[in-house]
C-alpha cells in the first residue's frame, strides 16, 4: 500500500493507519498509568505526584506558510498549545524542531520566527528549546515546523475527550470553518476579495473561565476534519450519542457563500481557535456566559446535547434530522 | 541571504543562524527560572517542586533513511532519549511528529515503526503521544521525524553543559566517528564492503552508572560536529579549556581507513550512541569503572583534563600540539 494525502488529513483512513501499523508496534505505550498513546486523545500525561504534566506534539505543513490571518510560526505555537488546553492544563513550554528547505531566505525565517515569538507572548508560553535542520530544495518545500507542548494540571482534572454524559450539553466557542475555508479560498486565488481569515488563535482562556466553574466533563479543539470530526470522536470514545441544532452553530456570512463556491463543507474543515467542550447541564449557562466574556468567546453557543443514540444527530434549520458523519479526510489538504 | 545546508549542520554557522535569528524573536525562554532557549543546551529544564522536568526535541532527516547498525525510527528515538540523558534525566516519554511523503510505501512506513518500537522498549520510553501528516511527493522526500523527548531530574540533579571545572577530567565513553563515517561509506557506495555500522545506541545506562557515583560536573552527546564540536561546546560555555590526548582516544580502525578514503576527519563527524563528561578528577577511574561495565560503554577512556586555557588542544600520537577547533558544520550532511 503507499501511503496518501488522506492519511494525514485527520479522518476515517488516519485512524486506520494509526492503528494498524502505529498503535500494534509500539508496546509501551504510557507512563504510570496516565493516558497514552492508545487513548488517541489530543495529547498524553504523565501521573506525577500531586499533578499531570501534558503533552502534545504537531507537525505542521500548512500550504501555503503565509495565509490571511497567520502564518505556519503562529499555527504552530497556537495549535500546539491549544491541544495541551484541550486536556484540561495551563501550557506552560513549547519545543521547536524545524526542519528548513535549502534556499530558504532568513528574511521569510525570520518573519515566521517573528511570528512564533508573538504567538508565545500572546499565549503566555515559553519557547524552551529547539532544534534546526536544513535539507536539500528538491528534497523538501519551503519548512516543516514540530512543536511540542508542555503543560501541568493538578491530577484528577486533566479533561480527557471520553468522558461526556448523557445529558451534558455541548458548546462550541465560536463559529466554524474559518480556517480551512479562508485557507482554500486564499488558494484558489480569491481570498483577497473577502475579508475572510484564520481563526488562529490560543484558546486556553476560555477554557480557564470554564474550569473555573466546573462541570466540564470533555473537550475537543476541531481541527483537521472540523467540527464534523470532533463532534463524531467525542460521542465515539464515550459511547454516546448527540442531537446537534444547525441553527445553533456559528458560521459566518462569506464562509457560507465561500463554502458553496468551493463545494466544501464547512462542518468538515479545520478551525484554528475554537473548542468543543461536553459540559453538565445545570453549569452550561454559566459556562456559556463566562466564555462570551473573553476574547475569542464572544460568539459562544450552546449547541445541542449528549444522548443515548449512537449517533450525532444533526437537526436543521427548516427541522429535519440527519446523521452527521465523521468525515473520511478533511477535504481541504494541508490545512495545519 | 538563503539558508544552506551548513546552517542545519551544527557547527559555528548553525549557531549564527540560531543567535541572529532565533534568539532576538523570541521573548519567554524559559520557565520559572530553569534551563531555557538562551542556554542553547542539549535540552531545557522545567523546575518543579522538588523536580525538573527534562525536555528536548530534535527533528530527524536522516539520508538514507536506512543505513548500516540502523534507520531514522530507531535513530529518531535514541537521539531524543540521549539529549534527555545527558542533561541527567532519566528518560520517560517520547512524543512523535511524523511527516510522510505521499506514495511512501506503508512496507516501510511499518518497518521504521517497529524500530522505534524496538528502541522505546531498550531505551525504557513509552512513546505517549503522536501526529502524522502527509506532503505531496514533489514536496517532501521520503518521511521526517520529529521526536520529543520528556524525562524528570531532582531539583539540582540536572547536569548542564556549562559546568566544568578546571582540574575535571575528560572521560569519554567509546570509539568516535562511526555513525558519520559508516553513513557516508554507504552513500558513497563503499559500505558493503566493511563492517562499519552507527553506533546509534541510548547511553542512559552509562550516564546512570556515573551519577550514582556523583562528581559528574557537564555531559555532552557528540552528534553533528562530532567531538570537536562537543567539546569545544564544553569548554567555551564553561569559560575553560581543555588538553587531550590523540593516543586515549578510541577511534575504529576501520573508520581511520574510510576517514582516510573520504578526507574527512572522524572527529568532525556525528556519533550517535557517545557521551563526553567532565567529571572531578578524584572520581574519574572510579566513574570510568563503572561506565565500562556497561553494555556500551566497554571502550570508555579518559581522555583528557579541563584546563584554565582558553583553547581545546589535542596533543598527537607523536607529542605535537594543536588547538582542535570547532568545526564550521559537520563535514557529513543529514547525518541524523
Known sequence: MKISMAHGAGGEIMQSLISDIILSNIKNKNVNGGIGLGELDDGATIPFGEYEIVISTDSHTVDPIFFP??????LSITGTVNDVSVMGAKPLAIANAM???EGFTSEEFEKIIKSMGEACTEADVALVTG???VMEKDKLDKI?????????AKKGEVTSDASLEVGNKIILTGSVGDHGIALMSYRE?????????SDVAPVWEMIEKALEIGGVNAMKDPTRGGIANALNELASKSGVGMMVYEDKIPVKEQVIAASEMLGIDPYEVANEGKVVMGVEADKAEEILEAI????????AQIIGEVTDDKHVIIETSLGGKRILEAPIADPVPRVC
Chains 1, 2 share one sequence.
Open 131 to 133: 532544534d534546526t535542520k
Open 189 to 197: 486565488g480569491f481570498g483577497f476579495e473577502t475579508d475572510l481569515k
Open 99 to 101: 526542519v528548513i528547505s
Open 144 to 152: 516543516v515546523i514540530s512543536t511540542t507542548g508542555i503543560g501541568i
Open 69 to 74: 490571518g497567520g502564518d505556519i510560526g503562529k
Open 292 to 299: 462570551r466574556s473573553t476574547k475569542y468567546g464572544k460568539d
